[in-house]
């Protein structure tokens, strides 16, 4: 059953009621759950947030571990009581995932991240909701959203992009706006300093796009829709052998 973003859902109390529910879980949503169905389920309202909480919450978990160097460090997932601060309520349990783990390749680290909510799901969340174990507070953290570091354009060094790119390039989420796309251009790692800046406009070809920086004129690779397809095989083949353990 398929449901309309929360906040918009007038009659979300009445269809959990004919459900007779006592139990809502998220996971790795994008969705904020209003305060008046939190209240219906208080403790039973459970959410599953990749990354090591207190540490970056929010919606840039991963990219922004990623970014920031911290993608062993603080990277795994939390299954957390819903409370109204977004991804702040009492840790029920967690799993570490550090990125070198997945021997750095995105779509099996994604792969594992579904592997530990189910881990978790099948045997911390339930000890918690039949009260074998409590859930303890969060201590500090912070909130990491991702916006304009994931684009590349002209305010942009070199070395800035090929720091950005050696960090996240295979999640395809950093990209070149362009005025004339909605979307920007997924790149993943620089193919040749052409020179200085020439003030050209971008130029954007099959499996490049060549812009200039700060301080260079540069040629980006394109991630494509055959990568694309090979990552998403990478990743069906990484649940697989998962689900085997």
């Known amino acids: 059953m398929s449901v309309p973003r929360l906040r918009d859902w007038s009659g979300a109390k009445a269809a959990i009621a004919a459900l007779g529910v006592d139990t809502l879980i998220t996971c790795m949503t994008m969705m904020i759950v209003p305060p008046g169905l939190l209240e219906l389920f208080g403790r039973r309202a459970v959410n ?33 009581v819903l409370s109204s601060g977004i991804d702040e309520g009492p840790i029920i349990a967690q799993q570490p995932l550090p990125f070198d783990a997945a021997q750095r390749c995105y779509a099996v680290w994604i792969a594992q991240h579904a592997a530990a909510c ?96 700060a301080d260079a004129r540069v040629v980006l690779v394109r991630n494509t829709a055959l990568q694309r397809a090979r990552g998403r095989l990478q990743l069906v083949r990484a649940l697989r052998r998962l689900d085997q353990e």
């Open 48 to 80: 599953f947030h990749p990354s090591l909480l207190p540490a970056y919450r929010g919606p840039s978990p991963l990219l922004g571990a990623l970014l920031d160097g911290q993608e062993n460090a603080a990277s795994g997932v939390t299954a957390h």
């Open 118 to 213: 189910r881990r978790l799901a099948a045997a911390a969340l339930p000890a918690f909701l039949e009260g074998a174990t409590e859930a303890s507070p969060q201590l500090g953290g912070f909130y990491r959203r991702v916006t304009e570091e994931a684009e590349i354009g002209e305010r942009c060094s070199l070395a800035e992009v090929e720091r950005t790119l050696a960090a996240a390039g295979t999640t395809y989420y950093i990209g070149v706006p362009l005025p004339w796309r909605t979307r920007p251009v997924s790149v993943q790692r620089v193919r040749r300093v052409i020179g200085p800046r020439t003030g050209e406009p971008p130029r954007l070809g099959t499996f490049s796009v060549t812009l200039d920086l």
